[in-house]
């Protein structure tokens, strides 16, 4: 797997931490939980999107950008990380940001994610809900070159072929990881959406052929969306990397746990932060996290895993949007 040969920078800290979660697995009675911290990989905040802006941002400035425009929710972890990666290089950024999710108050459009990009210096465009976020980002492109700059477009959630290989090479992490420690990871868990966090750990554990599999926790409600994108996407790395076979059979993502729209509070996410924070002293946030949490607790309660198995739980990230959702887990005790 020569990833080598494809331009990158380093802004994650890296490996993010493999750790026990022991008061969880005897409360669940089995499987063995771990969880790969990528809540800690470090730039403004941290998160899974790190890992993509190390590919995404390197392809940028191979392209000779200035700007970078990407978009995402009103809470979006991805836009902020994104406008943290762009102050780190000293570019521009712009960010489409649009009202997704049937929550609001002063909380959701002031404070969490969205105080950190302006702190960040990323100039914000709002929109309504049912926007297109594409077409917006491609008029923004449009007056940078029309100012004489040069744009470089991010997808939401940095979910391409450019930086999905930011989870291939987590995949090959992982596995030095558990070799370290001895342990034979049956499964790993997390949060799809986007679909590059994924993909790209579907085609990584498939490149060294790790028995590995990946179970995609649906956050979008719309599952089979969700696995059609992280299928195609997966694919197109398989054959990016020149992996022999389809890798669709590969592709396991649950739903069931993301309520009635993307980004809505759950009765299971409120469970599950409140759970992990007070077993584990372990953070997540309400609409990634939080959710791929409940799912893995409901799995696990429910027989789809062997007691003996060890199932690594990916962490996310997105615990700045956690001050956003303050309402949700409601009054103080």
């Known amino acids: 797997m020569q990833l080598a040969r494809y331009p990158r920078l380093r802004f994650a800290h890296l490996p993010t931490p493999l750790e026990p979660l022991e008061r969880l697995s005897r409360n669940l009675g089995g499987p063995r939980v771990y969880v790969k911290r990528d809540d800690c990989t470090g730039l403004g905040f941290g998160g899974n999107k790190t890992r993509k802006l190390e590919f995404l941002m390197a392809d940028a400035l191979a ?3 200035d700007t970078v425009i990407t978009a ?5 972890n991805h836009v902020r990380q994104t406008a943290a990666a762009a102050a780190r290089l000293g570019v521009d950024c712009e960010l489409v940001l649009t009202r997704i999710v049937p929550w609001n108050g002063g909380d959701y459009e002031e404070t969490g994610n969205v105080q950190l990009d302006r702190l960040l210096g990323a100039k914000l465009h709002f929109h309504p809900g049912d926007a297109d976020r594409d077409a917006a980002m491609e008029e923004i492109a449009g007056w940078v070159h029309a100012r004489g700059g040069r744009p470089y477009v991010i997808p939401v959630g940095g979910s391409n072929p450019v930086g999905a290989l930011g989870y291939v090479a987590c995949a090959l992490e992982l596995e030095n990881q558990a070799n370290d420690l001895g342990i034979e990871v049956d499964y790993v868990v997390h949060a ?9 750990l579907v085609a990584g554990f498939r490149a060294i052929n790790s028995p590995t599999r990946v179970i995609g926790i649906d956050v979008d409600a719309d599952t089979e969306a969700v696995a059609t994108d992280v299928g195609r996407l997966a694919q197109a790395m398989a054959d990016q990397l020149d992996l022999p076979g389809d890798i669709a059979d590969d592709v396991v993502v649950k739903g069931g746990y993301a309520g009635e ?4 509070p759950t009765a299971g996410m409120v469970d599950a932060v409140t759970r992990l924070a007070r077993t ?3 953070v ?9 949490m409940a799912g893995l607790i409901d799995l696990a309660e429910n027989g789809a895993f062997e007691s003996s198995d060890t199932v690594v739980f ?9 001050f956003a959702y303050r309402t949700a887990f409601g009054e103080p005790e």
């Open 63 to 65: 392209h000779g950008a």
């Open 72 to 76: 995402g929710g009103i809470q979006s």
């Open 192 to 200: 799809s959406s986007s679909g590059g966090t994924q993909a790209g």
């Open 261 to 264: 729209t993307y980004g809505a």
């Open 280 to 282: 584990e002293a372990l």
């Open 284 to 292: 997540l946030d309400p609409v990634y996290s939080g959710k791929a």
């Open 314 to 322: 990916l962490h996310t990230g997105g615990t700045p949007s956690l």
